[in-house]
Each structure stands twice: as C-alpha cells, then as structure tokens.
C-alpha cells in the first residue's frame, strides 16, 4: 500500500495495456482506469492474468447512472459499470470503469467467464439499470418482485416507484394500483464549489 | 419399474432454516440436489436509492440494518468511506473505540451464526448458551449507544461520544428480588471497560463450553466433515472472502492485510482452515471469537491509559460541543447547517472495505459535491456468498443444503439491501 507500490501499479498497467487504456487516474490512494467496452474482454483476461498485475478476485460490480451528476453538468455517456478488483499476490486494488456506447439501450460485455463471481453483480446492475450484459447465461431480475416493471436505480426512477400494493377486501386479493404518496424532498439536494465553507 | 423423474421444490421464504426470507428452488434427484435457484430480494428495501435522497448522517442508521447482526461493522464502512473521500482525521481514542466494537461485534456475530448453525444441523443447547454471551455484549451496546442492536455509533471523525463510566444496573422486580438482582449487578458496579474487562476473563471458558459440546461431537462432525467444500481456487474465483475464504486455507484478512483503524498496533492471528469444509469454517470462527476477545482486551488497556477526544474537531463534519455553540456564533452557524443542510464532501470517489465478521464489506461512494451521495454501494459479502450456493450444495443431500446455508452465515439484511 505504499505510494512507489502504485506508482509502479501504474507503470505497469501503462506497459501492459498502453491505448487500451483511455484514462488512468491516482486520487485518494486508489487508482482507477477507464476501458472501452471493446476491448474490455482482452483488458480484464489481462489484468486478471499478467504476473505484475493477477487481479484474481473481482469484488464488486456495480452500475452507476451519470445523468444528473452535479447538477446535469454530465457530458460524457450516461450508464456505466465500475468494477473493483483486488489482487491478492500483490496486495492492490483496482477500479475499473467502462462506459456503454448507446445511453439508450446500454450494452457490456459479460465477464462471467473471466469472474465468475460476476453473475450476481451483474444480474443486479441490469435489474436495477437496465444494463445488458451480453454473454451472460441467466440475465434474469434478481432484487425487484416478479413482474416488476422499469428499472428503479435509474436516475429518472422515482424513489416512491410507481406501483404500490394492498389488499383489495372486495376483490378479496393484492392488488397492485398507482402510488398515492406524495414525493418529497425534506433536505433539498444541494451542489456547492469545493472551497466552500473552508477558512 | 415406475420411471423416476426429478422433481422440484420450493424451499422458503418462510422457514426456520432460511435464515430470514431465502426462497430456493431445489430440482431433486431423490435426495440429492442437481440444482439449486437462491430466489433473493425479498428484504430489498433499495437503502442504496435511499440514501441517494439523504444526507451523509441520515444514511447512517441504514448501515445498521443492513446485515443487522453485526451493526456496528457496516457503519464502519461507511464512515470511512467517507472520511477517505473527505480526508478527515479519526483521533487516535476513537480509532481504539471502533476497533473494540468491531471486534464485540464480531463476537455477536458469530455468536448468532454459532447458534443458529447448530440448532439448523439439531445442536439446541448451543444457542441458548450463545444467547447468554450476546446478552452481555447487547449490554455494552447499549451503554454506549442506548440501543441494544441498531446502535448508530459511529459517526464521520470519530464516534458520537466516550465511553461511559457507570453501567445501568438491574432493579429489582416481581422477578428478581433484592437479593436477586445484587447479584446480578455484581459485574456492574464499575465503568463499561470494567464489565467488558470482566466479560473478557469469563468468554475463554465459554468457548471451551462450546467446543466441549461440538467440536469433538460425533454427531457434528457426520453433519459437517466434508459438506459444502469449496477448493481455494473456486473460492478465489467465486469471490469469496472472510471465513469462507480462509476456510479453504487461504491466509486473507483486511485487518492485517491492508489495516485499517488501529489494527496495525494490536496483537492477534489470523486462523486458516485445510480442508474447505465446513468442519473447517466452523473451527475458523471458532477460533476467530478467540482472537477477537484477545483484541478487546488489548483495546481495554489502550482505552483505560490514552484519555482523550473521540471525535474530530473539525465542524465541517462534526458537530461543536454544545456549550461552545451557545456561546460561539460560528460554532452555532456550524451546528446549524451541518444539522439543516447536511456535510458537504467534495467531488470523487472512494472504495473503502472493511473486515466485517461475514467477509470483505465494502461502501463505494461516489459524491459530485453534494450533501448527499451521489451514488452509494454496498458490497455485501453475503450476496457473493450466497451466489456460490448452487456450486456448493450440487450433489448434496437436502439436509446438507440446511448445513451450506448455515457455513455460509447468510443475513439478508445485507444480501437484499
């Protein structure tokens, strides 16, 4: 965990991967790389493989949703999945994220066949994101109830749904009908400039 | 002969041996499982959507219900990610603090999973003495939170106060008599170091107690010896971490590895299993309640020698002492907003995993400068764990699937989130 340790984490990662890479950055002790979701297969098998690097274990996958990130100031594509990797031998960790070309219908590879630990991960982000993992053999709903519709981690999900159920005495069944709550805010979202407040 | 077909069958989510709301489809040859479907997500309460909509502090309590046996852990997590991400010093005192809770935290998990594991395989007496031990442990919960389970503790910068010098004592009741409860108020008479100092003379023996009535056990080991093994090849690559990753004999805890808090000054060992099983798992958590009891003791005597704050002076993310805010008008200002608005923590993003009792727990923020995150997740150590089931219980009988569940120490709380 020392700093020259991940200098050389990135050197090394320079050497291997070189244009593969579209950006490489060190903030707060942790080093994070962008990958284009096509060459993600060959960049992971890589990663996971090469004797400087052996990020053997992937120990989280998750979709993240740019669209209203500070403010709507987001220029670049809107859905993205990060993955955190952490090599054992080499006692580092990675952060990799890889954007999806079309914001519409977001597409990345599966790396179930790199990790297969994946599986889970990555029926989660495309339950909750609507990300398709291509490649991977059960996609399949796994948090939300059966028959749910829309995908509720999207930023344009309300946080009160859309649906709510109760139980219907003349119908004598659960039913489902269009939420009565009102949305609220009771602290308001706020961005502010990074000096703000310092003395 | 009648042509014998597989059959499937619905396990769950209303079972004793589900371990909350798992519901499993099981395709059976026979006994035998050939495949085994986790149906999960019915304790899903979206805490990471959730706290998109609150601010820092709010977000806290949820850490706690999330793998609600081992609380304090969760928070840890989270206060860390985000005092990586804002750079905020811990005083040394409260690093200690934390430390201590996560290791009481600890032993109430696996004091839970102990129990619970052993009344699924038909061990009973177990759980009641496991029981007996968490009580005291709640207590010290409670002394220092005033909640017994859903502490809230923690806070970014520290912890939310010191630790408290008297113990709340019983009274007498229709129960308990007089007499009755002095004897029971016997180990309270001093501060909370004092009781937990006490509970750690007493625990050893109680762990011999339960190893006396499983480790050696003929039952317990039919029931465990060779079930659910998993080699440390398909542990790696399943993703497994904490136990069932040292259970395959790989020498792999965050607390030493990559320390965090005050782990790098203490005194203690990492257990491995040999075989994978979950024979081996149990001896692994067996003796990790060992260790931790040897960590809280060291803490104790860090504790009772280094007076001093326990949380960090910085109003930006902790709130002033409350006779400095009557008296100060920035300090009021302070109070106000950091209470009103909420902390402020600038644009990045931080990974930051503890060792939580079930495994790497980990809390990615990603904060756009907002008073709330931007996008929290929870790496759950659980749901990985869970994820392996199939692998795990294939070609085991349906007994065995109980016993999986069990080595696996699922919580939904964290797995469902």
């Known amino acids: ?199 | 002969m009648p042509e014998i077909k597989n059959y499937t069958m619905n396990f769950g989510p209303q079972h004793p041996a589900a371990h909350g709301v798992l519901r499993l489809v099981l395709e059976l040859d026979g006994e035998v499982v050939v495949r085994a479907d986790p149906h999960i997500g019915l304790l899903h309460r979206a805490t990471e959507k959730l706290a998109e909509h609150k601010t820092y502090l709010q977000s806290l309590p949820y850490m706690d219900r999330l793998d609600y046996v081992s609380m304090l852990s969760n928070e840890h997590a989270y206060v860390m990610a985000i005092e990586k991400l804002a750079g905020i010093e811990v005083p040394l005192r409260a690093q200690y603090i934390r430390v201590m809770y996560d290791e009481i935290t600890r032993l109430l998990n696996h004091l839970m999973w102990l129990g619970a594991h052993g009344l699924d395989i038909g061990a009973m007496t177990v759980f009641l003495y496991c029981f007996r031990e968490r009580e005291d442990l709640m207590d010290a919960y409670e002394a220092v939170s005033g909640a017994r389970m859903h502490a809230a503790y923690y806070r970014p910068g520290g912890v939310y106060r010191d630790l408290p010098d008297s113990m709340p004592q019983y009274e007498a009741s229709k129960i308990h008599n007089a007499a009755a409860v002095k004897k029971m108020n016997v180990n309270r008479q001093g501060s909370l170091l004092d009781f937990l100092e006490d509970f750690t003379r007493r625990f050893p023996n109680h762990v011999d107690e339960y190893e006396t009535l499983l480790t050696d056990n003929r039952i317990w080991k039919q029931r465990t010896v060779g079930i659910g093994v998993v080699t440390p090849e398909r542990a790696i690559a399943l993703g497994m971490s904490g136990p069932m990753l040292r259970g395959s004999g790989i020498e792999w805890d965050l607390r030493r590895k990559q320390p965090y808090a005050a782990y790098d000054e203490l005194d203690f060992d990492i257990p491995v299993g040999r075989n994978g099983d979950t024979y081996d798992r149990y001896l692994v958590r067996v003796e990790e309640m060992r260790q931790s009891n040897h960590i809280i003791k060291q803490c104790i005597s860090w504790l009772r020698a280094n007076p001093g704050p326990v949380i960090t002076s910085d109003h930006k993310y902790a709130p002033p002492a409350r006779e400095s805010m009557k008296q100060n008008m920035e300090e009021l200002i302070h109070h106000f907003k950091l209470f009103t608005e909420g902390m402020h923590i600038a644009e990045g993003e931080a990974y930051a995993a503890v060792e939580h009792p079930k495994g790497e727990f980990g809390i990615y923020i990603v904060s756009d400068g907002a008073n709330k995150p931007y996008r929290l997740k929870i790496r759950a150590p659980g749901f990985t764990h869970l994820s392996a089931l199939d692998e795990m219980v294939r070609g085991h009988m349906i007994a065995d699937v109980v016993t999986i569940i069990g080595t696996q120490d699922i919580v939904f709380g964290e797995i469902d989130r």
């Open chain 1, 1 to 199: 965990m020392m700093t020259n340790d991940k200098q050389s984490l990135q050197e090394v990662l320079k050497d291997l991967l070189g244009d593969r890479m579209v950006s490489v950055q060190e903030k707060l002790g942790e080093t994070t790389i962008v990958v284009s979701a096509v060459d993600m297969l060959q960049v992971f098998t890589l990663l996971r493989d090469a004797a400087d690097l052996r990020f053997v274990q992937m120990m989280d996958l998750c979709g993240m949703d740019y669209s209203e990130y500070g403010d709507g100031e987001w220029a670049g594509k809107r859905f993205a999945v990060v993955y955190h990797l952490l090599s054992h031998l080499h006692n580092r960790r990675l952060r990799v994220r890889v954007f999806a070309e079309e914001d519409d219908f977001p597409v990345i590879a599966s790396v179930i066949d790199i990790w297969p630990s994946a599986n889970w991960f990555e029926r989660e982000a495309f339950d909750l994101f609507g990300i398709v993992f291509t490649g991977h053999p059960d996609l399949r709903r796994i948090l939300t109830d059966y028959g749910f519709v829309g995908n509720p981690f999207r930023k344009d999900f309300p946080l009160s749904g859309h649906v709510e159920m109760r139980y219907d005495p003349e119908q004598q069944r659960v039913v489902y009908q269009p939420v009565t709550v009102e949305p609220r805010e009771v602290t308001p979202r706020t961005v502010r400039e990074e000096t703000y407040g310092s003395h």
